[in-house]
T-cell receptor, first 114, second 110 residues
Framework: GENVEQHPSTLSVQEGDSAVIKCTYS??????FPWYKQELGKRPQLIIDIRSNVGEKKDQRIAVTLNKTAKHFSLHITETQPEDSAVYFCAARVSGAGSYQLTFGKGTKLSVIP | DAGITQSPRHKVTETGTPVTLRCHQTENHRYMYWYRQDPGHGLRLIHYSYGVKDTDKGEVSDGYSVSRSKTEDFLLTLESATSSQTSVYFC?????????FGPGTRLLVL
């Protein structure tokens, strides 16, 4: 089955700096890659996603890039703010899988230092 | 929040007792999922459903069973709870490509 590796597991940045979280996946048939943000004690919430026919997608301060050849995708947060502090999860879904199952990375705890 | 609720939100139980967690959705989504979340493991799929009475196993299904008798309800049962099942349990629904999560149930097995 699909395997998703996520790095780093923890990340500390100064407010205003950029943060980058990287994920690699194993199944070349994966075609959908969402990112979730989970604040302490809350549910994971989708913040951005990308499909395999697109190389990059942006939404304000957040962007995701996808390299299908290398089988990795990354989350970029610019001009970080204290409210960006949370755990971020990447995920991948294999095309054609009837379950529409997502395989998640183990998460990155981002701390933005004021 | 995609109209998803979970009950109970918190539960403390003893080893060996049965426990049932409920996920309820109001938007008629066909696919529903149960995950557990543990430190260092991220989100792991327990079981999922693709319609009424249609369910299948996920990555960590041992010790769990599920039922879906109505589109809106997906039940997760721990037949005989063990301390290793102490976790936070999230239900999710699929809407197009994306999964949306319920608020979670925090379960402590003593």
């Amino acid at each position: 089955g699909e395997n998703v590796e996520q790095h780093p597991s923890t990340l500390s940045v100064q407010e205003g700096d950029s943060a980058v979280i990287k994920c690699t996946y194993s199944d070349s048939a994966s075609n959908y890659f969402p990112w979730y943000k989970q604040e302490l004690g809350k549910r994971p919430q989708l913040i951005i996603d990308i499909r395999s026919n697109v190389g990059e997608k942006k939404d304000q301060r957040i962007a995701v890039t996808l390299n299908k050849t290398a089988k990795h995708f990354s989350l970029h947060i610019t001009e970080t703010q204290p409210e960006d502090s949370a755990v971020y999860f990447c995920a991948a879904r294999v095309s054609g899988a009837g379950s529409y199952q997502l395989t998640f990375g183990k998460g990155t705890k981002l701390s933005v230092i004021p | 929040d995609a109209g998803i609720t979970q009950s109970p939100r918190h539960k403390v139980t003893e080893t060996g007792t049965p426990v049932t967690l409920r996920c309820h959705q109001t938007e008629n989504h066909r696919y529903m999922y149960w995950y557990r979340q543990d430190p260092g493991h991220g989100l792991r799929l327990i079981h999922y459903s693709y319609g009424v009475k249609d369910t299948d196993k996920g990555e960590v299904s041992d010790g769990y069973s599920v039922s879906r008798s109505k589109t809106e309800d997906f039940l997760l049962t721990l037949e005989s709870a063990t301390s290793s099942q102490t976790s936070v349990y999230f239900c999710a629904i699929r809407d197009l490509d994306t999964q949306y999560f319920g608020p979670g149930t925090r379960l402590l097995v003593l």
